[in-house]
């Protein structure tokens, strides 16, 4: 918080325990004050200087959620760009090991010159389950949001066919 701020805060509280002290004695001076009362003034000081120290954490802590300056993911680096043949039809091909960055998707796509479907799957054996794959047409797209391209596997309706993939990556 600001210098001024902080005053402006500070003589605040003082002025609230001023008022808290004029109620309490019913605006006469008595040379005595119950200790309870005192003891409450200053527990209700001590808590407004707590509340105003959490403000300050939470706005350095805000201060510090910088993403790009717009609130989205920054831009990726580089890209890297791949395709997997699936020699077999009806047999699950795990993707390369490419990391994703959080943030980011892997593009999966038909090559454009497929015949038929590829399917797509979390395990090889998945991959070729009609109850469990996603079906991905020639030149049809999808984004997955995964940690790793490893965890993607991916079979053909016919042999030969292939799938084409790009994953942003970040530097270092």
Not at 95 to 120: E, R, S, T, Y
């Amino acid at each position: 918080m600001a210098e001024k701020e902080q005053k402006l805060v500070a003589f605040g509280t003082g002025v609230a325990v001023a008022a808290g002290l004029a109620f309490l004695t019913g605006g006469k001076s008595s040379g005595s004050f119950p200790a309870e009362a005192m003891q409450l003034l200053i527990a209700m000081a001590q808590s407004l200087e707590d509340q105003n120290a959490k403000l300050d954490e939470l706005v350095s802590a805000v201060k510090g959620l910088v993403l790009a300056g717009s609130g989205l993911v920054p831009n990726a680096d580089s890209f890297i760009a791949f395709r997997v043949q699936c020699a077999i039809a009806g047999q699950g091909y795990q993707l390369p090991d490419f990391p994703v960055p959080d943030g980011f998707q892997v593009a999966l796509k038909g090559w454009p010159a497929n015949a038929n479907l590829i399917w797509i799957g979390r395990t090889a054996a998945e991959s070729i389950n009609t109850n469990q794959i996603f079906p991905l047409l020639p030149n049809e797209a999808l984004n997955l949001q995964v940690k790793n391209t490893s965890s993607i596997y991916v079979s053909a309706v016919v042999a030969g066919d292939w799938v084409v993939c790009v994953v942003e990556q970040k530097k270092g």
